[in-house]
């Protein structure tokens, strides 16, 4: 929240924000600064949504694994609220803010920005009986999304912007995919329906791809979702190896190899093997004839020969991306400060110039007096040459008032400089001091607002604290057995479970344990699609209490009165996020 010198928010349109309790504070410490709800919220239904808007959150992006649909819905019952929706990039194998998969493994947590790639690694799913191998691979590794066969129907659903999911992405890709896209939706502009053809795609084929999906844009995806042969950039396949001669690798492929491109090679399946690759530095071709062509490339690198020749980076691409933003120049950072002048002088008197800027106002007075010119005058234009030249100070000459100089008046040149030298030296004085008024200011504020968690205490929160023994459990029969253990309180959770039991039976277990005074709590799914919420329907309608990580549906079960307690879920790191937990109506978390 805070700065050395010049607060977060200079020169910032706007930020995205994961924890919710941040969104309050810092709306107190900078008032109408714009807040982003990140994909780390886990928004992905109507109830979410609303907690959004209600936190005064104009644009939230929404979770990658939404439908069309899902957006459908969420527009149609929160106008209001802007939609964000990724459109191309790296995905996850779990809803973002909910993968738990890297903390457990790495200690390093995908929910706060660490996460540590535990998706992408090589795992062998195993029989737990009979400790046969089922399947192995890359089994949990997602392949990219690449959504532009969907571009149209987002637009039509009023998705307000399109994210690219980039993150430690090279220049050249930004650029690549950038202008991709604008110009899908330049042809959309134009009345023009976008089907994205082979050429279209092949730059964002071939400037990094684990192999492309469309997503769950249009509907659930299942194995095609998954790379399970390639955690990393594949690359275009442009032929097959042929054979090593004289410390050449003879390749055969279909687009030439140039220097300064990149190559891999994988084997060719059933074939497993780790892939090996290098950067091409000397490469000739031996022949050439109808359209395929037989090259050599210089490398010490030994490649079996059948292997796929995978083209990983194109310099040619990489060079027209690199040509696209070549002429951009990155700015200094430092805002310049308007510097008014005015004037004032008279035969025999000293001139008096008052300099303002930024609110602060400085006078200085002339050492010599003013003389009537013998040959040139202090006009206007004289005085904009010597009192504009500023220099690396954070001025530029705005307005050169001389309405209080009498004409035909002379001064020395030098004594301009000093008058300018003087006042500039004053500003920046004041300027320091103004900074450190407002930087101590700010530190105030933060620390005002950091140490003010003042939500009232919940009414189960001030009661006479009586020690609980809570068991989770996922089965009916566990849930008895928890009771008849001691349990005070058992949170029963049917939806880790297939098949889920009938809904008579856990009321009838409600009821068992109510009689013999132990407490039956329902956890919710963390995440609801809208198409699951009639199936959930049928289990809140138990009217037991609630356990959930779900913000939005612990904001509406809090307001129809219902006893809610927010979970792990819930992503609670600082005392500021459950102070939102109980704002919407949480219990204890």
């Not at 650029?175 to 964002?204: C, H, K």
Request: with cysteine; proline share 6%; glycine share 10%.
């Amino acid at each position: 929240l805070g700065a050395e010198d010049q607060p977060p928010v200079a020169g910032v349109d706007a930020a995205i924000v994961q924890d919710v309790g941040l969104v309050r504070l810092v709306h107190r410490v900078y008032p109408g600064f714009e807040l982003h709800g990140s994909t780390q919220m886990t928004v992905h239904d109507v109830s979410g949504a609303r907690v959004m808007r209600d936190l005064g959150v104009p644009r939230v992006v929404l979770a990658r694994e939404n439908t069309l649909e899902d957006i459908r819905a969420i527009r149609a019952a929160v106008p209001d609220l802007e939609l964000e929706a990724f459109i191309h990039g790296a995905l996850c194998i779990a809803y973002s803010g909910q993968c738990f998969m890297s903390g457990m493994i790495s200690e390093r947590s995908a929910n706060r920005g660490s996460c540590a790639q535990s998706c992408r690694k090589d795992y062998v799913l195993t029989d737990a009986t009979t400790g046969g191998t089922i399947d192995s691979g890359y089994l949990i590794s997602a392949k990219d999304l690449a959504a532009a066969e969907h571009l149209d129907e987002l637009a039509a659903l009023g998705v307000s912007c399109l994210k690219i999911e980039g993150r430690k992405k090279k220049p050249e890709y930004v650029a690549t995919v950038t202008r991709t896209y604008r110009d899908f939706l330049a042809r959309i502009a134009r009345g023009e329906r976008v089907v994205p053809s082979a050429p279209d795609m092949q730059p964002l084929v071939q400037i990094y791809s684990r192999g492309f999906t469309g997503g769950m844009l249009g509907g659930r995806a299942g194995r095609d979702y998954i790379t399970r042969d390639q955690p990393d950039n594949r690359g275009v396949r442009i032929g097959t190896v042929v054979g090593r001669e004289r410390g050449e690798l003879i390749v055969e492929v279909t687009t030439p190899i140039a220097p300064r491109g990149g190559v891999g090679f994988v084997p060719p399946p059933p074939e497993r093997g780790a892939s090996v690759g290098f950067a091409v530095h000397e490469v000739r071709t031996v022949w050439e004839n109808g359209g395929r062509q037989r090259q050599a490339l210089r490398t010490s690198t030994l490649v079996p020969a059948g292997w796929s020749v995978m083209r990983t980076a194109h310099a040619a691409l990489i060079e027209r991306a690199r040509s696209s933003f070549s002429a951009v120049t990155e700015k200094d950072g430092t805002r310049m400060s308007r510097l008014d002048v005015r004037v004032f002088g008279s035969p025999g008197a000293h001139l008096r110039a008052v300099f303002s800027a930024d609110g602060e106002s400085v006078t200085v007075r002339s050492e010599t007096q003013l003389t009537p010119a013998r040959q040139r005058a202090l006009d206007e234009r004289q005085l904009r040459d010597q009192l504009g030249r500023l220099g690396n100070t954070p001025f530029a000459l705005g307005a050169v008032d001389t309405m209080g100089l009498e004409p035909g008046l002379f001064l020395p040149v030098s004594e301009l400089n000093r008058l300018r030298q003087g006042a500039v030296e004053s500003l920046l004085e004041r300027r320091e001091w103004g900074s450190a008024s407002r930087l101590g200011e700010r530190r105030s504020t933060i620390e005002a607002a950091v140490g003010s968690v003042d939500v009232a205490p919940h009414p189960a929160a001030i009661e006479p604290v009586v020690p609980r023994l809570v068991a989770s459990v996922y089965r009916i029969e566990d849930a008895r057995e928890a009771a008849s253990a001691g349990a005070t309180e058992v949170a029963f959770d049917p939806f880790l479970r297939h098949p889920l039991p009938p809904v008579s039976r856990a009321r009838r277990v409600a009821d068992g344990l109510q009689w013999r005074g132990v407490k039956f709590r329902l956890r919710t799914p963390t995440v609801v699609r809208p198409e699951e919420r009639r199936a959930l329907d049928k289990w809140l309608a138990l009217d037991v209490p609630i356990l959930s990580g779900h913000l939005g549906l612990v904001a509406e079960l809090a307001a129809a009165g219902r006893d809610v307690i927010a979970d792990y879920a819930g992503n609670c790191f600082n005392g500021h996020t459950p102070q939102e937990y109980f704002r919407v109506g949480a219990a204890p978390i």
